[in-house]
T-cell receptor, first 113, second 112 residues
Framework: SQELEQSPQSLIVQEGKNLTINCTSS?????LYWYKQKYGEGLIFLMM?????EEKSHEKITAKLDEKKQQSSLHITASQPSHAGIYLC?????????????FGKGTHLIIQP | GAGVSQTPSNKVTEKGKYVELRCDPI?????LYWYRQSLGQGPEFLIY????????DSGLPNDRFFAVRPEGSVSTLKIQRTERGDSAVYLC??????????FGPGTRLTVL
């Protein structure tokens, strides 16, 4: 079965600083999803990557999937308090987009004012 | 509806009891997913419906867990003879395109 390891487990960043979260898979990634979860709430979809070398951006968040499709990174530029939460990467084992996802344990991000 | 809704938001039960958790997906979404999230962990896949049928139930931990979606819309997750280890947040998600899964707020189940 596929396993996803996220690093770091937690991160405290001063407001305005940049940060990167990593997600490493034990198998080739056919679909890699990034979600954000506020404490006690459901998950909010951020981005989905499929192709090796693919990069997507939304506002100040950029996600990349490496060429070998076994690692993804999420980069936040000029962090704000609204970026605080738990970031989860999820993988689709077959790439069709319809399967249940396997998730990492998450990265807890705290933004210090 | 505006989003995926789940009821109840919190459920406290005693060990050995039967519980039902309900999920109302976004109208028109054909795919529906159930996940379980324990404290400090990512969501764990349980079961996936395409329409009325379970397309993949490989994540159900044992035969005490069962889910239905009789009319292809609302789904109910049923847990028999609950155990303390079943305590978790149960998340439901729905999807139309199969790319983006829209998640509900979850039901927090506590088994005493």
């Amino acid at each position: 079965s596929q396993e996803l390891e996220q690093s770091p487990q937690s991160l405290i960043v001063q407001e305005g600083k940049n940060l990167t979260i990593n997600c490493t898979s034990s198998k080739t990634l056919y679909g890699l999803y990034w979600y954000k979860q506020k404490y006690g709430e459901g998950l909010i979809f951020l981005m989905m990557l499929q192709k090796g070398g693919e990069e997507k951006s939304h506002e100040k968040i950029t996600a990349k999937l490496d060429e070998k499709k076994q690692q993804s990174s999420l980069h936040i530029t000029a962090s704000q308090p609204s970026h605080a939460g738990i970031y989860l990467c999820g993988a689709d084992s077959r790439g069709g987009g319809a399967d249940g996802l396997t998730f990492g344990k998450g990265t807890h991000l705290i933004i210090q004012p | 509806g505006a989003g995926v809704s789940q009821t109840p938001s919190n459920k406290v039960t005693e060990k050995g009891k039967y519980v039902e958790l309900r999920c109302d997906p976004i109208s028109g979404h054909t795919a529906l997913y159930w996940y379980r999230q324990s404290l400090g962990q990512g969501p764990e896949f349980l079961i996936y419906f395409q329409g009325t049928g379970a397309a993949d139930d490989s994540g159900l931990p044992n035969d005490r867990f069962f889910a239905v979606r009789p009319e292809g819309s609302v789904s109910t997750l049923k847990i028999q003879r609950t155990e303390r280890g079943d305590s978790a947040v149960y998340l439901c998600a729905s999807s139309l395109s199969g790319v983006e899964q829209f998640f509900g707020p979850g039901t927090r189940l506590t088994v005493l």
